[in-house]
């Protein structure tokens, strides 16, 4: 594997060899980008991680149900929270089968960055023609996202939010974004999936009125299957 220089490490989070545009504080031509690609109204089939969930390395050290039981009582309310902390974007599924790529990471040239793309990455075996092998090869997902963010999945897309703060110079600056989410039928419910930078890796929550959800125990075991064997190898 090529050495992971900071220009290297620019140029892989920028992801603008994936064909995703980047936006950096300006809220509302990143809100209009989001408008153009014309998913608002869709629901969501499937979510998916195409990298790692760095919450379930430090400092829980938890990639099975197995490890999860022998959690102290405290850290295993970490492990239920619906939030990722991750580097690679978050796909979902959308209804048409279209696949929409959402990040929002630091970059060294640029600072906070946004990205939300359409049909620009593949659901599963994404090659990376940068890195010369397959995303889940180098930076392999460790847990279900289908099930972390599983109350979003049947909902629809209603709109999208754009949180900013003023700067010194008093001008806008954007500091996340978030997929507003309705469900698709009675009783109907309201949650937001939003998008921040988080020292510079991609942070993703799904919120209910501004709260973070948490998974009922009983999913745990669904959100490690498949994923037990995940080992950091680099």
């Given at each position: 594997m090529k050495p992971e220089s900071d220009e290297m490490l620019q140029f892989k989070r920028e992801l603008t060899h994936f064909g995703m545009e980047p936006f950096t504080t300006d809220a509302d031509a990143f809100r209009k980008h989001l408008q153009s690609l014309g998913v608002v109204g869709l629901r969501i089939q499937d979510i998916r991680l195409t990298g790692y969930n760095t919450i379930y390395i430090e400092p829980h050290l938890c990639r099975s149900f197995a490890e999860y039981e022998a959690l102290p009582e405290d850290w295993k309310l970490a492990i239920r929270r619906c939030c990722a902390e991750t580097d690679p974007p978050l796909l979902i599924r959308l209804e048409d089968d279209r696949i929409l790529s959402l990040s929002s990471?630091?970059?060294?040239?640029?600072?906070?960055?946004?990205?939300?793309?359409?049909?620009?990455?593949?659901?599963?075996?994404?090659?990376?023609?940068?890195?010369?092998?397959?995303?889940?090869?180098?930076?392999?997902?460790?847990?279900?996202?289908?099930?972390?963010?599983?109350?979003?999945?049947?909902?629809?897309?209603?709109?999208?939010?754009?949180?900013?703060?003023?700067?010194?110079?008093?001008?806008?600056?954007?500091?996340?974004?978030?997929?507003?989410?309705?469900?698709?039928?009675?009783?109907?419910?309201?949650?937001?999936?939003?998008?921040?930078?988080?020292?510079?890796?991609?942070?993703?929550?799904?919120?209910?009125?501004?709260?973070?959800?948490?998974?009922?125990?009983?999913q745990i075991p669904a959100l490690f299957a498949g994923f037990e064997d995940w080992k950091d190898d680099f």
């Open positions: 990471v630091e970059d060294y040239e640029y600072g906070e960055v946004y990205y939300a793309e359409l049909d620009a990455m593949q659901w599963e075996g994404q090659f990376d023609e940068w890195w010369e092998m397959r995303i889940d090869e180098w930076n392999p997902p460790n847990c279900n996202a289908n099930v972390l963010f599983g109350k979003a999945v049947g909902m629809k897309i209603d709109g999208f939010q754009m949180n900013t703060t003023f700067c010194s110079n008093g001008e806008l600056y954007m500091t996340s974004y978030a997929l507003e989410l309705v469900s698709a039928e009675p009783p109907f419910e309201r949650l937001e999936l939003t998008f921040e930078c988080y020292f510079g890796y991609n942070w993703i929550t799904l919120k209910k009125n501004g709260a973070v959800l948490e998974l009922p125990e009983t």
